[in-house]
């Protein structure tokens, strides 16, 4: 195992191992040479009554009991019996190792012992490990983080009267010019009205309910428009698109803004 990890050391996302006595002087080695990546333990048992058990507290998910590390103060323990549990412990081994600190890749008899140069080199790769999975666990989150970084003041509902018919102006201003580009073969600006009225509603927290009021508004008043004009109102029709297409996007993002059960909500707050 010891060849492995260091042949993998820059692509290893996450180490899994059975917690066994054999394992120790490997891990132990492979902290002495300040090779450090996330690491799950795994245990076969909780063992005799006599030894504390491995328990998983109620807000952190992380196991309480053991004082001690075999490999780093990162690593995170699981019970066979949970093993059903592994896809958000990846992600809370990996939220923990994200917050090691550069010593912690060095024992204090090494820091005595080694050059400067090669303390650095070992902290230095360190930081890049802890880079490369902190954008690979953004990636995994998706619009989690930007979710609970909403302010709730801002909210459509929390909104002075004033604040807002404001916010509805813009919204219905936004909304206007991409019925009136919709069709045009400006697709690029479009597309950069369309993420703007999203955003706008997601950080407000507009209901789709909200947005086809909106919509169905804005019909009227077109419709009132081609009557003056003495032109056919089924070209509105095609108008159904648009609401769909705004629809979808801002539901994607309410979707992807859930959190998932499997995935521990104080790591929520380490993607900065």
Do not use: W
């Amino acid at each position: 195992m010891f060849d492995f990890v260091k042949k993998n050391q820059e692509t290893i996302d996450c180490l899994l191992v059975l917690n066994h006595p054999t394992l120790l002087p490997i891990l132990n080695q492979l902290y002495e040479q300040g090779t450090l990546v996330p690491a799950i333990l795994i245990e076969a048992q909780n063992g005799s009554d006599d030894e504390p058990s491995v328990e998983f507290s109620e807000n952190l998910g992380v196991e309480v009991g053991i004082p001690t590390y075999f490999y780093h103060s990162a690593e995170v323990r699981l019970l066979a019996t949970e093993i059903v549990k592994i896809s958000s412990t990846i992600d809370l081994a990996i939220g923990h190792f994200l917050h090691l600190g550069p010593s912690c890749s060095l024992s204090e008899k090494l820091m005595n012992t080694i050059k400067t140069s090669e303390i650095g080199d070992r902290q230095s790769f360190l930081l890049l490990q802890q880079t490369r999975l902190a954008q690979k666990l953004k990636e995994r989150l998706g619009y989690l983080g930007v979710y609970y970084k909403r302010n709730s003041q801002y909210f459509y509902r929390n909104l002075s009267q004033t604040d807002k018919q404001k916010l509805l102006e813009q919204l219905y201003a936004d909304y206007r010019e991409i019925l009136l580009n919709y069709f045009s073969q400006e697709d690029e600006l479009v597309n950069s009205t369309i993420d703007g009225f999203v955003n706008n509603a997601f950080f407000s927290d507009m209901s789709a309910s909200q947005i086809l009021e909106i919509h169905m508004e804005l019909m009227d008043e077109f419709s009132q428009q081609l009557k003056l004009e003495g032109r056919s109102e089924d070209i509105l029709q095609d108008y159904r698109l648009a609401l769909i297409d705004i629809l979808a996007h801002l539901g994607e993002m309410y979707r992807r803004s859930i959190p998932r059960e499997d995935i521990p909500f104080e790591l929520l707050y380490r993607m900065d």
